[in-house]
């Protein structure tokens, strides 16, 4: 089956939505391959699963899921039949048991990495200066300031529910690792590439590829486009 018969679904993280995808989705369509960035309410882990659920629901044939940092843990919960293979992009992969927290910090923080805590109203958001800092400190001023101003928060129950059995035990994986990460050190995605015994893919980015360097996001969905088994 060709590669262009396999739907991709592009899932964002924390702090973003699907506008983040913009420059993968361009040059994937471009190429024929139907593509979806599906939107998470980033209220409550079961809640972005079963959100994630409904867009898969929707899109046909075979298919390729992506997700960027915490949405690694949303594209693990999936248990469609039809998923071929996984690409996590600087995501968190917890394994069953773990929360996204557990991973998250399991190593000592980068030292610009932000303080995250819930506001009054508890939620979590990014610190406006953390865009600049942390989260895209390669991206121009101009999407640093548009990624900030579009920001969603995330709710501390996405990240303190132990997760099931994740996908990327029984499903083939890729796994970029973002060397110059800052919000999941590099360190850190090391491990989970290792323990997922993904296909690992290494670049000089920082934790926001996808608007940074989407180039080489490109590549590694098409990677697995290419070589999932579509049998």
Request: include cysteine; aromatic fraction near 6%.
């Amino acid at each position: 089956m060709a590669s262009n018969d396999v739907s991709v679904v592009l899932v964002h993280g924390a702090w973003a939505d699907g506008s983040s995808w913009s420059k993968v989705i361009a040059p994937l369509a471009a190429a024929g391959t139907r593509v979806v960035a599906a939107p998470l309410p980033l209220t409550a882990f079961a809640d972005d699963a079963a959100a994630l659920n409904r867009v898969l629901e929707r899109v046909p044939g075979p298919l390729v899921l992506v997700g960027h940092a915490y949405a690694g843990a949303v594209v693990g919960a999936m248990r469609d039949e039809r998923v071929k293979a996984l690409v996590y992009v600087a995501a968190l992969a917890p394994d069953e048991g773990e929360t996204v927290a557990d991973v998250f910090y399991r190593a000592q923080p980068h030292p610009q990495a932000p303080r995250l805590a819930p506001d009054s109203h508890g939620w979590i958001y990014l610190p406006e200066a953390a865009f600049a800092t942390a989260f895209a400190p390669n991206a121009t001023v101009e999407q640093q300031v548009l990624l900030a101003a579009v920001q969603r928060p995330i709710s501390p129950a996405c990240i303190t529910v132990p997760v099931a059995r994740p996908l990327w035990k029984d499903r083939r994986s890729w796994f970029l690792v973002a060397e110059q990460d800052r919000m999941i050190v590099h360190e850190t995605q090391l491990f989970m590439a290792q323990r997922m015994s993904s296909t690992m893919r290494s670049h000089a980015v920082d934790h926001t590829p996808i608007v940074t360097e989407p180039s080489v996001v490109v590549d590694i969905i098409r990677e697995a486009l290419e070589t999932a088994d579509t049998r």
